[in-house]
């Protein structure tokens, strides 16, 4: 009887060692090692929708849900380009850094406006997402319909360069409408007002195709910029952008409501550089977005002027479905009543109805394939 090789059961190839030899357990080692390596990647493979906005991104896992809610801010070092922060951290760091070191937001407006720190911020949101180089799936991405075709074919290179395979755009108002739970594909008329950080979108939806549609580059961002505009006039006093979010949250309203009441405002003196407290009133918070709340208002009133007349009688009974995190500044679904005479109802999760919307269609993304190919355009 030999005493050489034996085929072991697990290994089926002739002239392997079952408990023998070194080289041999070394092989199967490296074999299975790979193997294991490779099959979470399989198992994890599943399609992404990102919500890339101006203040937020939101991502959507087929088959999980939403994986990640970060402000879109990174920090980074001026000197090396170096990144040191995204998300929650970078944004607590906006107005508290070295002058070597600042804290950004490479998206204003719904378009990327500095496209290397983008592309880090996609690819480090990828890979907490668990995308790596074996695994590269199919990424849906909501933006402004506002966006110009080079806009468009920005974010797409930013995603492929950041590690996703295949890149697919779907305009946000679209989006919004079916995470809203809105019957687009019906012969019905539909209506959705989108406040985000940077942009402001109203269209009108039939047929799964968009009947009227109206977008301005105008949103929360204009908010806090305008707040921040009348301190400095009104009171000589310079204050931050988070300074100006915290008032918008704490008093900001564009109707008035019970329960009003005065903030105490911290800044720097414009004229002594000295640190100095005021005192604003609701009322001049209101007076200071006016402006930028009539433009969204004024907007959202010609789109449903330009619906037709059977769908604005279908919108009229429906109402106009409020989203986005600008909606959710106190009065702006009274005011909107109050312009269009139309009831308008705020969803119930309006910061993260875009991308459950986009997460819906990431089950039928195949045959959904002409409505991204018009948001290519």
């Excluded at 966006?147 to 590690?163: D, F, N, P, S, Y």
């Excluded at 005021?278 to 969204?296: C, K, N, S, Y």
Aim: charged residues 20%; aromatic residues 6%; hydrophobic residues 45%.
């Amino acid at each position: 009887m030999r005493s050489g090789l034996v085929r072991s059961p697990s290994c089926p190839h002739p002239g392997t060692v079952g408990s023998g030899t070194g080289a041999a357990r070394r092989s199967r080692g490296r074999f299975c090692f790979a193997f294991a390596f490779l099959v979470p990647c399989a198992v994890a493979r599943g399609d992404l929708a990102i919500d890339l906005g101006t203040a937020n991104t939101l991502v959507y896992a087929k088959g999980r849900g939403i994986v990640l809610n970060e402000p879109t801010v990174v920090a980074y070092n001026t000197r090396t380009r170096q990144v040191l922060a995204m998300g929650q951290e970078a944004w607590q760091m906006i107005g508290r850094t070295p002058g070597y070191i600042v804290a950004v937001r490479p998206m204003r407006q719904g378009a990327i406006t500095d496209f290397d720190i983008a592309e880090r911020m996609l690819r480090n949101i990828l890979q907490r997402c668990g995308v790596t180089k074996f695994n590269r799936p199919r990424v849906l991405v909501c933006v402004p319909s506002a966006l110009t075709a080079v806009e468009r074919r920005a974010v797409k290179e930013a995603a492929r360069r950041a590690g996703a395979g295949a890149v697919y755009l779907m305009e946000q108002p679209m989006a919004a409408a079916i995470g809203a739970g809105l019957a687009v594909h019906e012969p019905q008329g539909s209506m959705v007002v989108d406040i985000g950080g940077g942009t402001a979108e109203m269209a009108v939806f039939s047929l799964g195709g968009v009947v009227a549609l109206r977008a301005i580059r105008c949103g929360g961002f204009d908010f806090d910029g305008a707040i921040q505009a009348y301190v400095r006039s009104r009171y000589a006093l310079a204050i931050g952008e988070r300074t100006a979010e915290w008032v918008k949250l704490a008093i900001g309203s564009a109707y008035p409501y019970t329960g009003e009441r005065e903030a105490p405002v911290r800044g720097r003196d414009v004229s002594t550089g000295l640190p100095r407290t005021i005192v604003l009133t609701p009322e001049e918070v209101r007076a200071a977005v006016e402006d930028a709340v009539q433009q969204i208002l004024s907007t959202a009133v010609t789109c449903l002027a330009e619906a037709p007349p059977e769908l604005a009688q279908d919108i009229m009974f429906d109402g106009i479905h409020l989203v986005g995190g600008g909606s959710l500044l106190r009065g702006v679904t009274q005011r909107l009543a109050n312009a269009t005479a139309v009831p308008v109802h705020l969803v119930d999760l309006p910061l993260e109805c875009v991308v459950m919307g986009a997460g819906r269609c990431l089950e039928s993304l195949d045959q959904l394939r002409p409505v991204f190919a018009q948001a290519d355009r």
